[in-house]
């Protein structure tokens, strides 16, 4: 017999595992808590028990416990039962004795209300300076080993002065405008919507998107117009491009939204010569490029300069637009470079420097040639990351032109076209579009980038599906990406295929 103290989800969930093995599960619960209903649907959603019946006959909800005496639990209702064991799944009170020692932190003060303030970031203690002390997982709802990952990367980052904090006080003027007024929810997530995106005058700054006619690129697109941004939609084909500045200005309601339409084919560099020049003669300002294009090819392809097909299309043709574009977005400081980049990157190990390698599947086979393109892919995006942070590097740590990446999630977009099968059984698990562009929007215009000066950074999407969103976080990278020697060595090869004289 197993007494399960607490009906919130890990406690159902625990139930739900539970009843199929044990002789009886007993699940102790606040009536005015707790709705019977909703905890027994939680139980059926749980897909272990309860497959057919609303209760099982070894499974049985009571009321909560009065006492305990000995090996007797005694209900509130006047009932007992003698259990094997039993399991707390409650709730708890934040008590660290442990950061009174040499710390000399008064526990009073630390812990107010029932929560740990003052928190930045709910990471960060506003007291103790340079984030000499920092705390994990601290926020309730989350799923706790990838939230600790990227707090741990942020911590990281600030301890070694990749990353800086703002004064103590603007540290608790944003903490008291956060718990104030809603102190329950203190130590939620912050939640991050379209809605978050600065308003800007209209037309007064300029946005370049490739890709925005589909996909996360056309969503990015839409928001980016809706706010007021004048943006460049660059893409290869010229009545794809015509419909989807149609159905944004229908979306929006706006029909002079200020869409423009410029012909880009990042697979061949020629054209993303000509696309520049095209930019030029227009005499616009730019103040940020969004690298979104990209393809995910099921075999082995090459493209017009020799090169391998999503290699040339996914970085080479990004890596030439930026750096041709590159004085322009420093003319236009505070600018941004967002590039899109995925979480396959983390696949690869590493970057095929040989040429004649590079060029060429291993073998003839159908099998081969789709394993090659599997990999070619992966390398593209770990190029695209690796392009990020040798970037950052030489931009500097002052200038005001922001360069970051981001895997925007596994998205239901026109990139998994090329898998036919395979790709059809996986949308029904992938994220909407308007949920995987929330990255895109969040790194390409949201005021913490410029605030906390963040540069050279991975983003990924927030570890919730269903609204409302958490905001995003700093990712895990392929090990690579840190390693500068290879970075400049990317570098080095890209503008040797790019047949760029010069770069920054």
Known sequence: CVIVVGASQSGVDICGELVSVAKQVILSMKEENNDFNFTIDCLRQSGKALCTDYLSTNFSIVSPIERIDNDTVFFKNQTSIKPDLIIFATGYEYRMPFLQGKLQVDQTRLIQNRYVYPLYKQIFHANFPNGTLSFLTIPYRIVPFPVAECQAHIIARVLCGKMSLPSRGEMICEIDNLSLPHNRTYHCMPQYSFDEIPQIEPRSRVAIVTGANEGIGKVTTRELVRKGWYVIVACRNAEKAQKAIDDIRREINMPDAPLDFIQLNLSSLMSVRKFVDEFHERQLPLHLLINNAGIFGSEFELSECGEELQFTTNHLGHFLLTNLLLNDLRACIPSRIVIVSS?????????????????????????????????????????????????????GPESKVYCNTLHPGVVKSAIWNNLKWSGRLMRP??????????????????????????????????????????????????PITNDREQCQRLWQLSQRLTNLTSTI
């Open 343 to 395: 979480g396959a990157h983390l696949n690869a190990p590493n970057i095929e420097f040989d040429d004649q390698i590079r060029r060429q599947p291993h073998s003839t086979s159908t099998v081969a040639k789709f394993r090659a393109g599997l990999r070619g892919y992966s390398q593209s995006k770990l190029a695209n990351v690796m392009m990020c942070t040798e970037l950052a590097h030489r931009l």
């Open 429 to 478: 698990f992938m994220r909407t579009v308007d949920n995987g562009a929330m990255t895109t929007l969040y790194v390409a215009t949201h005021p913490d980038i410029e605030n906390n000066n963040i540069r050279g950074t991975y983003f990924v999407p927030s570890k919730t599906l269903p609204p409302p969103y958490c905001r995003p976080a700093i990712g895990k990278t392929n």
